[in-house]
């Protein structure tokens, strides 16, 4: 059995995208910049949003967070997202989820420019990527896919299983792998809350990759022997042995399935850096204008 290190990953692909940030700001005059959005004071997007200005610094881009208080309406939500939106500075937006109860997610989504849309949750960005034209792809299934090149791991006319159809996670990378490409070429199967005979379906996976929200549910009989399996799932659990008062736990119950796996991503250090590389690899593409052409 392997681990797959998703922060060793990470971190290489950070360097090489850090050399070429350095490149473009030396020859342009500037660095991609990537502005963040958090309305209230939910302390778990507190910290994801401090985790994306930190990435930011250590590849030489610049990062601006916009704070609004948790009693914001949507239309002084709208209001700063059209102000970014205009600023020719700025190469990436995201609003951080979730919002307050009363804000409308997707009419927040849509109000983003779909070319300053790094986290690729714009309908015209999730469109061109079920089309499969070029388009920013949503960060945890592009991390997800980026783990399993850099492990060497054959994509190809194996059987996949996604357990989980969120728009996030399961659903994007359910597409991703199911694609005639290189690093894809899954013969994939996308199971949810209402699936029937779970473990049986888990079972027949070559790679299971598991994103339920669901602390440590998937156990040793949902997996083959043999078997890839990537956990997306991240949940604090109190434990009085650590310092911060908590452990991070996946969806998988690590110690039984592990010992069952050709590969496995330990929660936390698996997927969870691949995501941050995911929306810096966004904002480096928004900055060169890859997807949607600079005029
Ligand atoms: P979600 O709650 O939006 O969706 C969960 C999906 O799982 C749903 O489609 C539901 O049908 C399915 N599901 C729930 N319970 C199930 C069960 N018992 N059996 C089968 N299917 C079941 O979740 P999400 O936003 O996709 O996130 C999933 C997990 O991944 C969460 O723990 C979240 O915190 C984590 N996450 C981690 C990262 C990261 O960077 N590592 C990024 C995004 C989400």
């Given at each position: 059995m392997r681990i797959?290190?998703?922060?060793?990953?990470?971190?290489?692909?950070?360097?090489?995208?850090?050399?070429?940030?350095?490149?473009?700001?030396?020859?342009?005059?500037?660095?991609?910049?990537?502005?963040?959005?958090?309305?209230?004071?939910?302390?778990?997007?507190?910290?994801?949003?401090?985790?994306?200005?930190?990435?930011?610094?250590?590849?030489?881009?610049?990062s601006s967070v916009y704070r609004l208080p948790e009693r914001t309406t949507e239309a002084e939500l709208m209001e700063v997202i059209d102000f970014v939106n205009k600023d020719e500075e700025i190469d990436g937006l995201i609003v951080q989820l979730p919002l307050p109860k009363g804000l409308s997610e997707d009419a927040v989504i849509a109000r983003i420019a779909p070319e300053?849309?790094?986290?690729?949750?714009?309908?015209?960005?999730?469109?061109?990527?079920?089309?499969?034209?070029?388009?920013?792809?949503p960060a945890t299934p592009m991390g997800i896919m980026l783990l399993l090149q850099r492990?060497?791991?054959?994509?190809?006319?194996?059987?996949?299983?996604?357990?989980?159809?969120?728009?996030?996670?399961?659903?994007?990378?359910?597409?991703?792998?199911?694609?005639?490409?290189?690093?894809a070429n899954c013969t994939v199967t996308l199971c949810h809350?209402?699936?029937?005979?779970?473990?049986?379906?888990?079972?027949?996976?070559?790679?299971?990759?598991?994103?339920?929200?669901?602390?440590?549910?998937?156990?040793?009989?949902?997996?083959?022997?043999?078997?890839?399996?990537?956990?997306?799932?991240?949940?604090?659990?109190?434990?009085?042995?650590k310092k911060s008062g908590f452990a991070l736990k996946g969806d998988v119950k690590y110690d039984e399935v592990a010992p069952r796996c050709s590969y496995i991503t330990p929660v936390p250090g698996g997927v969870g850096p691949m995501t941050i590389v995911g929306l810096l690899r966004n904002t480096l593409s928004a900055f060169k204008g890859e997807i949607y052409p600079k005029r």
């Amino acid at each position: 059995m392997r681990i797959i290190d998703g922060k060793e990953i990470a971190n290489q692909l950070k360097n090489e995208m850090a050399a070429e940030v350095e490149k473009l700001r030396s020859d342009l005059g500037r660095a991609p910049h990537l502005a963040a959005v958090l309305v209230g004071n939910d302390p778990a997007s507190e910290t994801y949003v401090k985790n994306k200005e930190k990435a930011c610094h250590e590849v030489g881009m610049a990062s601006s967070v916009y704070r609004l208080p948790e009693r914001t309406t949507e239309a002084e939500l709208m209001e700063v997202i059209d102000f970014v939106n205009k600023d020719e500075e700025i190469d990436g937006l995201i609003v951080q989820l979730p919002l307050p109860k009363g804000l409308s997610e997707d009419a927040v989504i849509a109000r983003i420019a779909p070319e300053k849309d790094v986290d690729g949750f714009h309908p015209a960005n999730l469109g061109r990527m079920v089309l499969g034209q070029p388009s920013y792809l949503p960060a945890t299934p592009m991390g997800i896919m980026l783990l399993l090149q850099r492990s060497g791991i054959e994509t190809e006319g194996k059987r996949c299983v996604v357990i989980g159809r969120s728009h996030i996670v399961g659903t994007p990378v359910s597409i991703l792998l199911s694609r005639n490409r290189a690093g894809a070429n899954c013969t994939v199967t996308l199971c949810h809350s209402k699936t029937q005979n779970l473990p049986a379906i888990c079972r027949t996976a070559d790679i299971l990759i598991v994103a339920i929200g669901q602390c440590e549910a998937i156990t040793g009989d949902y997996v083959k022997e043999g078997a890839v399996v990537i956990d997306v799932g991240i949940h604090r659990v109190p434990d009085a042995s650590k310092k911060s008062g908590f452990a991070l736990k996946g969806d998988v119950k690590y110690d039984e399935v592990a010992p069952r796996c050709s590969y496995i991503t330990p929660v936390p250090g698996g997927v969870g850096p691949m995501t941050i590389v995911g929306l810096l690899r966004n904002t480096l593409s928004a900055f060169k204008g890859e997807i949607y052409p600079k005029r």
